[in-house]
Nanobody, 122 residues
Framework: QVQLVESGGGLVQAGGSLRLSCARSGRTLSAMGWFRQAPGKEREFVASISWSGGFTDYADSVKGRFTMSRDSAKNTVYLQMNSLKSEDTAVYYC?????????????????WGQGTQVTVSS
């Protein structure tokens, strides 16, 4: 049984920073990702990381502002979000899968967290 628990969301002013965490319990998985969904919009890819090699991938909209990392000892991944914009407002979801495909599709991830709200005020 795999569980993903996100934390760290909240309200921040534009230009500010937040760090999201996703703690994983259960078996080791090769791929971890972050997705987000704004009201009335489709869920979209934000970032992903390969657990073993640490390879990362970012959506163009967040490249240079967001950084995804992992802590193997804590079975936790992080999403450091800097220079936040109002368009970053969304529910952020942590996702995981047993295979690293460097995929940006939500269908490539089997396990999902419950989501954490990020609101950026302008």
């Amino acid at each position: 049984q795999v569980q993903l628990v996100e934390s760290g969301g909240g309200l921040v002013q534009a230009g500010g920073s937040l760090r999201l965490s996703c703690a994983r319990s259960g078996r080791t998985l090769s791929a971890m990702g972050w997705f987000r969904q704004a009201p009335g919009k489709e869920r979209e890819f934000v970032a992903s990381i390969s657990w073993s090699g640490g390879f990362t991938d970012y959506a163009d909209s967040v490249k240079g502002r967001f950084t995804m990392s992992r802590d193997s000892a804590k079975n936790t991944v992080y999403l450091q979000m800097n220079s936040l914009k109002s368009e970053d407002t969304a529910v952020y979801y942590c996702a995981a899968d047993s295979v690293w495909r460097r995929s940006r599709s939500s269908s490539s991830y089997v396990y999902w967290g419950q989501g954490t709200q990020v609101t950026v005020s302008s």
